[in-house]
């Protein structure tokens, strides 16, 4: 159980293009997800978090406009990276929180195998 | 400072070496500890959740917390080439919408 996937796994786009990253909960359903970024032998930085149904909270120096994420059902949740510039390259990961987790694990995210972003 | 501090390694140990892996933390709100492991260009895989100081044993793993010190430990007994990956804590404030502070991680190679 608590599968989340990613697609498409790699993309790699001209610079001026957007992108669109989606983020699924397979077997059960996600009230909040996040998006974060991860550079090469770095920790994740978190980038937004995404609730069902409301807009999403964005942390601080990240562009909203820049990364939209829209999370339209309990199971499905999309980053579009647009127009996506060489310094926007990096490694995107989602994660996602079982929303009939019991109160003790509210804070468990499961996340997803990542996508990587090149923009050439 | 950073919330949480990692030391990110590498570490390299003999296969059936015991490894210790921590993290230290300055805020006293957190309550509740992961410990997740990323095999390379893959997502985070969770391997232990706790939420209270002591042990977690799981297999040869244990999960150790010491709040009075605002220190996390994940020990693995009899280590395995296959254990070779990067190991990150996490810890969040509950109810405070999910949102989990990392550490940098710890590159770990398990050499045969």
């Known amino acids: 159980g608590a599968v989340v996937s990613q697609h498409p796994s790699r993309v790699i786009c001209k610079s001026g293009t957007s992108v669109k990253i989606e983020c699924r909960s397979l077997?059960?359903?996600?009230?909040?997800m996040f998006w974060y970024r991860q550079f090469p032998k770095k920790s994740l930085m978190l980038m937004a978090t995404s609730n069902e149904g409301s807009k999403a909270t964005y942390e601080q120096g990240v562009e909203k406009d820049k990364f939209l994420i829209n999370h339209a059902s309990l199971t499905l949740s999309t980053l579009t990276v647009t127009s996506a510039h060489p310094e926007d390259s990096s490694f995107y990961i989602c994660?996602?929180?079982?929303?009939?987790?019991?109160?003790?694990?509210?804070?468990?995210?499961?996340f997803g195998p990542g996508t990587r972003l090149t923009v050439l | 400072q950073k919330e949480v501090e990692q030391d990110p390694g590498p570490l390299s140990v003999p296969e059936g070496a015991i490894v210790s892996l921590n993290c230290t933390y300055s805020n006293s709100a957190f309550q509740y500890f992961m410990w997740y492991r990323q095999y390379s260009r893959k997502g985070p895989e969770l391997l232990m959740y706790t939420y209270s100081s002591g042990n977690k044993e799981d297999g040869r793993f244990t999960a150790q917390v010491d709040k009075s010190s605002k220190y996390i430990s994940l020990f693995i007994r009899d280590s395995q080439p296959s254990d070779s990956a990067t190991y990150l804590c996490a810890m969040s404030v509950l109810n405070q919408g999910g949102k989990l502070i990392f550490g940098q991680g710890t590159e770990l190679s398990v050499k045969p």
């Open positions: 077997d059960f359903q996600a009230t909040t």
């Open positions: 994660s996602a929180r079982d929303r009939l987790a019991g109160a003790l694990s509210t804070d468990t995210q499961y």
